[in-house]
């Protein structure tokens, strides 16, 4: 059910939902965002939600000793960017297109303490895509990764529709007390 949101809401809703696991592993998410305002997303709010959730789980999983994961909102070109950094294992470029695969897991020693089913990246991209976005991957073995979401942004209306309830991210505020750092 697509419906209009605040890329926020999205990354808020993500933070409580790994608040726990953060917590009981000693990690933290820090959020950087846009000073300008970023615009509205179409969007199914639990399926996106989901996909953030895992890769913020993903993150904690294998960043080995690195605590700190941080999450990233931009607008660039058409699109709303949500990216998940952590410093930890990375991923071996050649193993790099295959994680989306079902059931894939990287051959990489360090990988195999971590459970898992392999389905986590295949269900991200397959949300992503339902959404007209793609999702992408920047890592390097022992220095960690990136995983961005680009979504379409909805196009930004006149006045007269803002009346109507379209609207665009404030550059500031929109998380609940303590949602931009999770201790």
Do not use: C, W
């Not at 965002?33 to 294998?62: C, G, H, I, R």
């Not at 397959?126 to 793609?134: L, P, S, T």
């Amino acid at each position: 059910k697509f419906e209009p949101a605040d890329a926020r809401e999205l990354i808020a809703d993500a933070i409580e939902a790994t608040k726990g696991r953060a917590n009981q592993s000693g990690h933290f998410v820090r959020f950087y965002q846009p000073d300008k305002a970023v615009p509205a997303l179409s969007v199914d709010f639990e399926s996106m939600s989901l996909a953030l959730t895992n890769l913020l789980d993903n993150a904690m999983k294998y960043s080995g000793e690195a605590k700190e994961i941080e999450l990233r909102l931009e607008q660039k070109d058409g699109f709303v960017r949500i990216a998940v950094t952590d410093h930890g294992i990375g991923i071996p470029r050649e193993e790099q297109k295959k994680i989306f695969e079902k059931f894939y897991r990287v051959s990489t020693g360090l990988v195999h303490d971590v459970k898992g089913s392999g389905l986590g990246l295949s269900i991200v991209q397959h949300i992503v895509e339902a959404h007209g976005g793609k999702i992408t991957v920047e890592s390097e073995a022992g220095k960690g990764s990136t995983f961005a979401i680009h979504l379409p942004a909805q196009p930004e209306r006149g006045a007269s529709n803002e009346e109507k309830g379209s609207f665009a991210v404030p550059p500031s505020g929109g998380l609940p007390a303590g949602a931009g750092t999770t201790n």
